[in-house]
């Protein structure tokens, strides 16, 4: 690809259709999309935003998957809103669980297509890691994610969706106030660009964070994105959550292989979109993600030019031993070697975890996602058809 080639959502495009016969479905309509649904079926307009709230807290607070379930509704408006509405969230193919506890999650959702979301448990918090494409655009070398064409955008009700079928399989609604929560956090890490799908990301988002509902606090939702500049002061503005940053690189030479976005938006430019961030701060500094791969990007002069670009960057800097994957083209850093480069980013003020590989043994590590189904690279004109029946 040139170095001027532009990185294109062609496929985004293609309309989608509501299959035949299927219900609007209430998850993942934002409180005022899902009164004007109310309206529509002709629920008396005094009522609306007491039902919504209703409704509302029995998806959200209860985990309800039935309108049957929503007992403080009389039966003639759950009948209606079962004939008018359905509250469906992804299917669960397959749950694997790790040696070390980490669960990944195998998704089916509309069109049969997959995904995949990875709860990964610790002493103090549990994260949850959760897709916004099936597939991705970016193709970024070190990522087997990367490997797998994009097929469509995730709907809010998908997205929303994998944080309740999460706390289905943990049991998790209905705990009394104060309990230590499994998921704590909320990371969009997993498969895909969430910056290619901003609005349905923030509208997932921004039902994860209702106070009358999940209740995530924003700070405990970091958003991922190798870079998509135009929609990262949007993302601030409109969502509000924590950033992280797909780095990978010091140099665009470098990261204009390992990171193909970066030939359209520089590191320059990235940067200074990081500098713009709204409420950057020491207490919400942007993470920026830096995978260790052998004799690529792991040199000391690479750690002392990381930390002079991102100076003045309230940040800190998340080290990832490179995850393996069949086939791929790099090796894992050395140990010796990661150290050393910590050792610089430190000495120099930034914080620098190394992230501890979770899940290998059933490839839910970073990089390591990519659903069964869609593991075969699809034509456009195999997507379009697939896209096209939805």
């Known amino acids: 690809m040139p170095a001027d080639a532009p990185i294109t959502q062609d496929l985004l495009t293609i309309p989608r259709k509501m299959p035949e016969g299927a219900l609007p479905n209430l998850i993942g309509l934002r409180r005022e999309a899902m009164a004007a649904e109310l309206a529509r079926i002709g629920t008396p307009e005094k009522q609306i935003k007491m039902r919504v709230g209703q409704i509302w807290q029995w998806i959200y607070h209860k985990g309800a998957t ?71 655009t970016l193709t970024c070398s070190f ?19 994998q944080i309740l079928v999460a706390r289905d399989d943990l049991g998790e609604w209905g705990k009394p106030a104060g309990d230590k929560r499994l998921i704590s956090n909320v990371v969009l890490m997993g498969m895909g660009e969430p910056l290619y799908n901003t609005d349905n990301v923030r509208d997932a988002m921004l039902i ?25 002061i949007r993302a601030g503005q409109e969502i509000g959550c924590m950033l992280a940053i797909s780095f990978h690189a010091t140099t665009d030479e470098v990261r204009d292989k390992l990171v193909p976005i970066n030939r359209k938006h520089k590191i320059a430019e990235l940067l200074q979109a990081c500098r713009d961030y709204p409420r950057l701060s020491n ?5 920026f993600e830096y995978v260790m791969l052998k004799d690529v990007n792991d040199s000391d002069a690479d750690a002392r030019r990381l930390v002079q670009l991102i100076a003045g960057i309230p940040a800190k800097i998340n080290l990832i031993p490179f995850n393996p994957w069949p086939g791929a083209p790099y090796e894992r850093s050395d140990w010796e070697r990661i150290e050393s480069f910590a050792e ?47």
Request: hydrophobic fraction near 35%; charge should be positive; glycine fraction near 8%.
């Open 283 to 287: 207490a919400e500094r942007i993470t």
């Open 344 to 390: 610089i980013v430190n000495n120099a003020g930034y914080a620098s975890p190394v992230r501890t590989p979770r899940g290998e043994d059933i490839m839910a590590a970073c990089g390591q996602l990519k659903s069964a189904t869609e593991r075969a690279r699809k034509s456009a004109a195999q997507i379009a058809k697939d896209i096209e029946g939805l």
């Open 143 to 161: 990522c087997h994610t990367g490997t797998q064409k994009l097929v469509r955008n995730l709907t809010a009700a998908e997205i929303v969706g």
């Open 66 to 136: 039935s309108f049957e379930d929503m007992t403080n509704l009389s039966k003639e408006y759950r009948a209606l809103l079962a004939e008018n509405f359905s509250l469906t969230r992804p299917d669960v193919v397959t749950r694997q669980v790790s040696k070390d506890g980490t669960r990944k999650y195998l998704l089916r959702i509309a069109g049969g297509h997959e995904v995949e979301a990875v709860y990964i448990p610790e002493k103090n918090r549990g994260t949850l890691c959760i897709s916004s494409q099936v597939g991705c």
């Open 208 to 232: 994860a964070m209702d106070n009358e509902g999940i209740s995530l606090s924003r700070r405990r939702i970091t958003l991922s994105t190798s870079g998509i500049v135009p929609e990262i």
